[in-house]
């Protein structure tokens, strides 16, 4: 096909990868092969018995190093393309791996508390920015009242992100970097990754 898709998902067909391989024809969508592993001399071996290799000129796949091997192997005329919901996937990653990063930092620095808080409500550090409540104030389960007043999702949101200076400065940053991918302005999406502080880039 012109464009394949390819990717994995867990079937313990195989004692030697609890992953199997998953292809299919990207613009019919029609299922090419299934494999009983993910692992790079299997695919190697598949994709070399198979006719016209060269004429995959899309390889549509997640982040997985391998496939960025296997398409230099046997699909000379590709281009890797990561496909949108992997890009988004990581992104929210980043930002839960620097939430927990955080919590560790905060539970040696005796703020279980305020761990804790960060851990119940991590979902709402990912939600989309337009989507947020500035205007219902109300009690939460983390900050209830009377112990806290009535917030706003939004200022609940502040709360949180004021147990952590990294994840303050992370957070508007990690939703303009979504919000521009969201929109398809490649523009503005390079020149924030570009603009990153060091800080950031780092985690």
């Given at each position: ?25 990207g ?8 494999l ?13 018995g198979?006719t ?18 296997l ?22 990653q ?19 508390s ?6 119940k ?19 939460w ?19 949180l ?43």
């Open positions: 096909p012109r464009v394949l898709m390819v990717d994995e998902f867990r079937s313990h067909a195989s004692i030697e990868d609890k992953m199997s391989f998953i292809c299919a024809d613009e019919t969508g029609n299922l090419i092969a299934v009983p592993t993910r692992k790079l001399p299997r695919l190697t071996s598949y994709f070399l198979c016209n290799p060269e004429e995959v000129e899309f390889l549509v796949t997640d982040m997985n190093a391998a496939y960025f091997q398409t230099k192997r046997v699909l000379p005329n590709a281009k890797v393309v990561i496909d949108r919901f992997h890009i988004v996937k990581h992104m929210n980043a930002l839960n791996e620097l939430r927990i990063r955080e919590m560790n930092e905060l539970r040696k620095a005796g703020q279980k305020q761990a804790e808080k960060l851990k409500n991590w979902r709402f550090l990912l939600k989309n920015r337009a989507n947020i409540n500035h205007y219902e104030y109300k009690t389960k983390s900050f209830r009242a009377p112990k806290y007043p009535f917030l706003t999702e939004a200022m609940m949101i502040d709360r992100l004021g147990f952590s200076t990294s994840l303050k400065e992370a957070y508007p940053y990690f939703h303009e970097l979504v919000e521009a991918f969201r929109d398809k302005d490649p523009d503005l999406f390079f020149s924030l990754l570009a603009e990153l502080p060091e800080t950031l880039d780092d985690g």
